[in-house]
């Protein structure tokens, strides 16, 4: 192949599948999402209130995930700037963690409706983590379509 029939295949190539190769087989209809880490971590922040619907396990533990990696980078720039070192508590992290407690609970309660079960079940902690870890209900259920499917 030359430098010209390379470019004009290189432009020609599906780029989804490139930086996720995973997403090829969900090519097919019905179209999957294709959302990067940081996308769900910004979605559950636009539902901020949100109840009804569902929301996927990578929306759910991605969402976890960065909320762990915020609290932990707060408190790493309280502990360099010397802030709060009275007190055995991270003021930033608790200021974060204060402004994303409600989205957390609605991603968590959707999360629930995703395995088919009510937001309430958050509520039992052992049972609850059980659903969070469940791969959601295929298809439709009685709270809304599956997250993953975009009908």
Sequence with gaps: M?????LSHLTNMDYNYIFNPRSSKASTSP?????????????VLKKYAVFNGRASRAEYWYFALFNAIITLALGLIEVVLNIGITTNESVLANIYQLAVLIP???????RMHDVDKSGWFLLIPIYSFILAVTEGTRGKNKYDPNPKIIE
Excluded: C, D, L, P
């Design 2 to 6: 030359e430098n010209g029939q390379i």
């Design 31 to 43: 179209k999957h999402f294709n959302q990067t880490t940081m996308n769900y971590y910004i979605s």
């Design 104 to 110: 957390a609970i609605t991603v968590g309660i959707r």
